[in-house]
Structures are given as structure tokens and as C-alpha cells.
């Protein structure tokens, strides 16, 4: 039985004896384009038929690589199996000497490395996080002679740098700081509403939205705004700028990475954050005041100067010294994560990450530790 | 038997956003040869190699990769000629989360359906070719710059593509490494018959392995010669050609008659 069956550029023919005998006849390219349908192919001639042997014959093959050797190698493996008999016929020198080659006669997959067992990974966690903290605190060391340095040399500062990181973290952030500090002012105005119109108590929404987002609110959504905006974007600098060996050419000129790169940044954000801060107190008030005017029919005169009558200069500037802090911490973190990256691009989107994860972390626990200070500071 | 053209670049206009760099530029690559694009720095060697591999569209002309226009054609012939051609970039660019083996099994496993033994066993021979065998669960990272070359080569032959193309190869290698390299390039054109279009400026590397090369000037935005670099070094008429495959600089005829005459 004879017939001409066509694989893409490969065609092949099939001749088979009575005794179980098949001899297929191969012309044009064994390639990768078509190596896996050949093993489908003949694996299923091999299955159906079960021939006492088979042979293949390369006579009329044009192109032959690895990958047609490959299918060859498991054709035979296949026979094998079946208990049959595999046989090459007029093959070329360099088909057999391919075939020959010790990774072929070898081919036992390699093995993947396996994930260690729980307590070596749970000793590896230790360890890598003993490390964090150590280089957590040497970081905080490098800034802080960084910036006494800077301030015994205030010529050593990079202005220019500081300023452009000022618009970036601050002036452009600005906009979206506005909205979302307008809407949350809307909302908060809205939500207490619901509760004090039952008391008749509609003048106390401005005290209640003034105090919120002056003492709370503002500086904690500003800080969160500004990690995910700033923040991120000082961890993927420095981390691009590290495995780009930017870092290590500042270090062998002389530079201070640490001056030269995280000072700016923190300068800037600890500077800026505080009147954007102020910003969304503003942005929060008017919010607020939009709800009562058009919903709880107040007038403008007195839902201002309820506000005016609650708010304490106290009330304002400990919001904004906690924003301070909250701009320290995010610049801190963000730089520091940048500094960790190690290897390649999926390191700087995991510093990224981290650094935006750590710094709203951070930001919530210095703003509960601030509550209870205030509590028993007055 | 006439080899036929299996690059074919027509008449090629390139630049960037209004600047031209090359200018009405014409050649042809033949099937199974070693083809060298040189040329001082800043000439758009790296700009040519872009638009031979598709990754930018020519202002006009034609780029054609065996018998198919890459400059102008719909997606599923784009996708066809990338399938037969390699690129072996300047850094490598290994996913530098991935171990090279899976680094190398990654086209092998996109391009075809074959079982993950086989595809496995593949990687191995491809990893073996480069001389890399053993450090199939390496990550990129882990690695030298030379081996990571090797690895990104492998990676770049992992399907045997018709044709090659190497940016830099022997950039950051020390010459050992290098010469490996080329040894490993002329057998990989002997053996496979692979076509291979390589930028470079590496004098040795040029003379060991080009069977042809071409040379951009930046003054012409064009081809300043063809041929045979043993030829050119002592036979060009254009005297930047002689002073470049001679290594010297543009004007040492003239400083070596100021001596002469200082010593007279």
C-alpha cells in the first residue's frame, strides 16, 4: 500500500509489507514548522498498525535539523516501547552524526531545581529580613549624615534638582489632589449630614468636615496620593538608575549616592507636602460647603464661619507637621526600596510596589501613633 | 547553483522624526552568506539593523526578507517573517526573570506543539551548541557577559531561523570570548546554512568571518563600499575604507609626512 500524504513542506509516503513491516519514504524539511505534526502522525501510524518494525527513509529529505532529528529520536523511542525494530535508511552523515551526539543519547530532561522545603524557606525569610532591617537602619544613617553634610555645606545641595522634584511631587500633584480632596469633603458633608438633620444640628456639618480634614483626612489621603505618585516614581529612578550602573558611576566619581540622589527627593517632598496638605483642607471645606448650601440650606456666611469658629490654628498646623512626616516616610521608603533593587526589570516593579505597600503601611501607623500622643499630649 | 537574494533592501530612506540618516541606500544579502555591516560610530548602522528586523518602518523604499516586504505587509506575514529570522541584541536582552532554559524553550514552546520532553531536550541541544551546557537553570542575572551573549544567541536560534542578525556581537567580549563567537558563527553558516547579517566594528572579527561586507558613511548617509574586506583594506579607492580596515586614524598620511619632513 502506497500514498502520498503532504505535512506542510514535508510530504511522505507509506509502503507496507504483510509480515508488519512499514518503510516510510520522507521528501522535503523536517523543521520546527513541522516537527510536532510528523510525531502526531506517524505516533498514530505506530499505534493503530503496530508495526513489527519500522524504517525511515531520508533519501529525498532536503533539510534536515535538530528539530527533525529530535522527531526521529522519538519515533524510535516509540518503537522501542512497542517492542519493534526502528531503522534508518540512506541518512545523511551529519543527520547521524546529530543523532549521535551525547545530548541526544542523553535525553533525560534536566532537572528543575525544586523549591526548598518550608522550614529552609522560613529560615531563608529570617535571614533576608534581619537584612532588610539592617540595611533599613544604615539607610537612616547614610541620610542623616547626608543631610547634616548638606546643611554644614549648604552649596553641596542640588537647588535645581530639589526645585524640579518640588513641581514634580507638589505642583503636578496639585490638580489631582484638589478633586479628590473636594469630593471627600463632599462626601463627608453628605454622610454626617444624614445624622445630624435628625437633631436639627445642620451647622455643626462645617465643624465636622473642617475638623476631619484639617486633623485627619487631608494629611493622610495627600500622603497616600503622593506615595502612589511620588513615591513609586522615586523607587523605579533609582532602581532603573541602579542596574543601569548609574549608581555605582555616582559612587566611583565621588558622589554620594545617598546626597545625591535622596536628599533632593526628601527635601522636596518634606517642603511640598505640607502646603499641598493645605491645599486639600481648603479643597475639603469647599466641599463641604457646597453640600450645605445647596442641600442642608445653610448659607455661606454661616457654614464659614462655623468653620472658622472650630478650627484652631492647633488643629491646622498639627495636620500639617503630621504631613511632614508622612512626606519624610514616603521619600525615606521610596528611596530605600529604589537602593534594594538587585538584577533586573521585574526587581524594580517589585521595588515599586513595595515602596508604594510600605509607605500607606508606614503612613497608618505613624498617624495612629500621633492619635495617642495627642491624646495624652492635651 | 546561482544563490538567490534572501535580503533585499530597495532604495531605503530612514531617519527619525525629519532628520535623514540613511539615504536612498540599495543591496542584497545572498543565501547562506556572512554579511557585514560596518561603519564609524553614529553612521546608522543600528538604525539599518532596525529596519531590517522590523522594529522600525522605513520613510520609503523597501525592505524585503525572503521574498516577503517587512516595511509594508499585514500581520499575519509579519508574524511569519519574524518566525524566520534571529535576533541576537546588543545586551542580549535575556527576560532576566527567567532561567536560560526557559528563556530558550520560550519561542520553541510559542512556535510549535511538541511534548515538554522534547522541547526540554531541545533546549539542552541549543544550550550545548553555545557551550553552555549545565547552567540550564541559571537566571540571566547569575551569569557573565559573554555567556549571556551565547545564551541570547541560542535563544535567537532556537527555532533555526533562516536568517540571523547580530547587533554588536563581540561588544564587551575579551578575545577569546570573541573569537569563540566567530568560530561559533561560521560553523552555525556552515552547518545550518544559516544566513547571517551582523553590525559590527570589530576588525578581526570582520576579516575572520565576512564573506561580504557593506560600509555607511555618516557625510553620504550612504554606502561607501561593497565587497570583499580583504580586497578593500589594501584596493579601495576611497581612503576612510583603507584607513578603517588598516585601524588608522583619518589623518595619518598626513602626521607621518609632518615627521618625515621634521626628521629631513
Known amino acids: 500500500m502506497k500514498s502520498i500524504e503532504d505535512i506542510q513542506s514535508c510530504q511522505y509516503e507509506i509502503a507496507e509489507t504483510e509480515d508488519g513491516d512499514i518503510t516510510i519514504y520522507v521528501q522535503g524539511r523536517m523543521d520546527s514548522s513541522n516537527a510536532s505534526r510528523i510525531i502526531e502522525i506517524f505516533g498514530s501510524l505506530i499505534k493503530d498498525r503496530q508495526p513489527l518494525s519500522m524504517a525511515v527513509d531520508l533519501k529525498k ?31 545523511r552523515e551529519e543527520v547521524l552524526f546529530m543523532l549521535d551526539s551525547e545530548t541526544l543519547a542523553d535525553t533525560t530532561s534536566f532537572i528543575k531545581i525544586r523549591p526548598p522545603n518550608m522550614f529552609i524557606r522560613f529560615g531563608d525569610a529570617i535571614i533576608q529580613y ?42 503636578d500633584a496639585l490638580p489631582v489632589v484638589a478633586m479628590i480632596s473636594f469630593l471627600l469633603g463632599l462626601i463627608v458633608a453628605f454622610m454626617s449630614s444624614v445624622q445630624l438633620q435628625l437633631f436639627g444640628a445642620n451647622i455643626y456639618v462645617a465643624s465636622l468636615v473642617s475638623l476631619a480634614m484639617s486633623r485627619e483626612l487631608g494629611p493622610i489621603m495627600t500622603a497616600i496620593i503622593v506615595a502612589g505618585r511620588s513615591g513609586s516614581s522615586f523607587a523605579a529612578e533609582i532602581g532603573t538608575m541602579k542596574i543601569s550602573e548609574e549608581v555605582d558611576a555616582l559612587f566611583t566619581m565621588g558622589f554620594d549616592p545617598t546626597r545625591y540622589l535622596v536628599l533632593p527627593k526628601i527635601l522636596a517632598s518634606v517642603i511640598v507636602v505640607p502646603i499641598l496638605t493645605l491645599f486639600s483642607d481648603v479643597f475639603a471645606i469647599f466641599g463641604g460647603l457646597v453640600v450645605g448650601v445647596f442641600m442642608l440650606d445653610l448659607t455661606a456666611n454661616a457654614y464659614i464661619s462655623e468653620t472658622i469658629k472650630t478650627l484652631t490654628v492647633f488643629d491646622v498646623f498639627w495636620g500639617v507637621f503630621k504631613s511632614a512626616v508622612f512626606a519624610l516616610l514616603i521619600s525615606w521608603i521610596g528611596c530605600l526600596r529604589g537602593f534594594q533593587v538587585k538584577g533586573g526589570a521585574a526587581s524594580v516593579g517589585h521595588a515599586t510596589t513595595s515602596a508604594v505597600v510600605s509607605s500607606i503601611f508606614l503612613i497608618i501607623v505613624s498617624d495612629a501613633i500621633f492619635t495617642v500622643i495627642i491624646r495624652y499630649l492635651r | 547553483m546561482k544563490k538567490r537574494n534572501i535580503v533585499q533592501v530597495k532604495d531605503l530612506i530612514a531617519g527619525y522624526d525629519g532628520e535623514i540618516i540613511l539615504d536612498h541606500i540599495s543591496f542584497d544579502v545572498l543565501e547562506g552568506e556572512i554579511f557585514i555591516i560596518l561603519g564609524g560610530s553614529g553612521c ?221
Open chain 1, 130 to 171: 534581619a537584612a532588610d532591617v539592617k540595611y533599613l537602619i544604615s539607610f537612616v544613617g547614610s541620610v542623616c549624615i547626608a543631610f547634616v553634610y548638606s546643611f554644614l555645606h549648604p552649596k553641596s545641595l542640588r537647588m535645581e534638582e530639589t526645585f524640579l522634584y518640588m513641581q514634580k511631587t507638589g505642583v
Open chain 2, 44 to 264: 546608522g548602522k543600528s538604525t539599518l539593523l532596525k529596519h531590517l528586523i522590523g522594529l522600525m518602518k522605513p520613510l520609503s523604499g523597501q525592505v524585503i526578507i525572503d521574498g516577503n516586504d517587512i516595511s509594508n505587509c499585514d500581520e499575519i506575514t509579519f508574524k511569519n517573517i519574524l518566525r524566520k529570522i534571529g535576533v541576537l541584541y546588543q545586551s542580549s536582552a535575556l527576560f532576566g526573570s527567567m532561567t536560560l532554559a526557559e528563556n530558550v524553550s520560550l519561542p520553541i514552546q510559542e512556535y510549535t506543539d511538541l511534548p515538554k520532553k522534547l522541547v526540554d531536550t531541545l533546549v539542552k541541544i541549543k544550550l550545548n551548541l553555545v557551550n553552555l551546557n549545565g547552567y540550564e537553570n541559571h537566571l540571566p542575572s547569575e551569569i557573565s557577559g559573554g555567556m549571556k551573549k551565547r545564551a541570547g544567541l541560542a535563544r535567537a536560534m532556537a527555532l533555526n531561523p533562516k536568517i540571523l542578525f547580530f547587533d554588536e556581537p563581540s561588544a564587551g567580549l575579551d578575545p577569546v570570548t570573541s573569537v569563540e563567537l566567530d568560530n561559533l558563527i561560521l560553523s552555525l553558516n556552515k552547518n545550518l546554512g544559516t544566513t547571517m547579517v551582523i553590525v559590527t566594528h570589530e576588525l578581526p572579527s570582520i576579516f575572520n568571518v565576512a564573506h561580504r561586507i557593506i560600509m555607511l558613511d555618516r557625510q553620504t548617509k550612504g554606502i561607501i563600499a561593497e565587497g570583499d574586506p580583504n580586497y578593500l583594506k589594501d584596493h579601495s579607492k576611497n581612503r576612510f575604507v583603507r584607513n578603517f580596515f588598516n585601524r588608522q586614524s583619518q589623518n595619518y598620511e598626513r602626521i607621518s609626512e609632518s615627521l618625515k619632513k621634521n626628521r629631513n
Open chain 1, 61 to 91: 529529505v532536503t533539510y534536515i535539523d535538530d528539530f527533525g532529528a529530535l522527531v526521529l529520536v522519538e519515533l524510535k523511542d516509540m518503537m522501542t516501547r512497542a517492542n519493534g525494530l526502528f531503522d534508518l535508511q540512506n541518512a
